[in-house]
T-cell receptor, first 112, second 113 residues
Framework: QKEVEQNSGPLSVPEGAIASLNCTYS??????FFWYRQYSGKSPELIMSIYSNGDKEDGRFTAQLNKASQYVSLLIRDSQPSDSATYLCAVILGNQGGKLIFGQGTELSVKP | DAGVTQSPTHLIKTRGQHVTLRCSPI?????VSWYQQVLGQGPQFIFQYYEKEERGRGNFPDRFSARQFPNYSSELNVNALLLGDSALYLCASSLSTSTDTQYFGPGTRLTVL
């Protein structure tokens, strides 16, 4: 089992719809969870961090964390073509300090 | 404030050569981490440095080494390059270690021929 897993996609949604991106992780002791966006040929850009169970909202983005189920998700409301990118879930597992473990990424395509 | 900077942007080397990649963190950040990203995969952790000391090392061969300088900038060195070392090398900056958010630089695209 991979330490961090994401649906590889591609995920295609129409403009204005809600995009839902999912991620599961293996280490129950994990404390820190991050979502990054990566455009083709560019470096990862932080969207959001989340540390506690529940929802965290920032503009059109909502991160959801459920530690009991070892599950973290990202919802993008009112999706725009400019949201088309690869979304990377990253976790700091257990007590492994600052070592980010990434999923393989989910490619999102928002169709006008 | 400037973000994380990396140099060079692109690099082409041949097998067996060595390469040095450089990174300057965000002002005030004392930790630098290095990641390798091959096409189609998420970044893989190589090293983390904090206050000039190695705080973590990923599953990479000894051909990979790094160091951090008193001004918190960092170098990643790769010796005896292999074709499989072709990747995007990312530097990430954070205030310290543990759970701090890491901010990525633009990366260095290394091609080994």
């Amino acid at each position: 089992q991979k330490e961090v897993e994401q649906n590889s996609g591609p995920l295609s949604v129409p403009e204005g719809a809600i995009a839902s991106l999912n991620c599961t992780y293996s280490d129950r002791v994990s404390q820190s969870f991050f979502w990054y966006r990566q455009y083709s040929g560019k470096s990862p850009e932080l969207i959001m961090s989340i540390y506690s169970n529940g929802d965290k909202e920032d503009g059109r983005f909502t991160a959801q964390l459920n530690k009991a189920s070892q599950y973290v998700s990202l919802l993008i409301r009112d999706s725009q073509p400019s949201d088309s990118a690869t979304y990377l879930c990253a976790v700091i597992l257990g007590n492994q300090g600052g070592k980010l473990i990434f999923g393989q990424g989910t490619e999102l395509s928002v169709k006008p | 404030d400037a973000g994380v900077t990396q140099s060079p942007t692109h690099l082409i080397k041949t097998r067996g050569q060595h390469v040095t990649l450089r990174c300057s963190p965000i002002s005030g950040h004392k930790s630098v981490s290095w990641y390798q990203q091959v096409l189609g995969q998420g970044p893989q952790f190589i090293f983390q440095y904090y206050e000039k000391e190695e705080r973590g090392r990923g599953n990479f061969p000894d051909r990979f080494s790094a160091r951090q300088f008193p001004n918190y900038s960092s170098e990643l060195n790769v010796n005896a390059l292999l074709l499989g070392d072709s990747a995007l090398y990312l530097c990430a900056s954070s205030l310290s270690t543990s759970t701090d958010t890491q901010y990525f630089g633009p990366g260095t695209r290394l091609t080994v021929l």
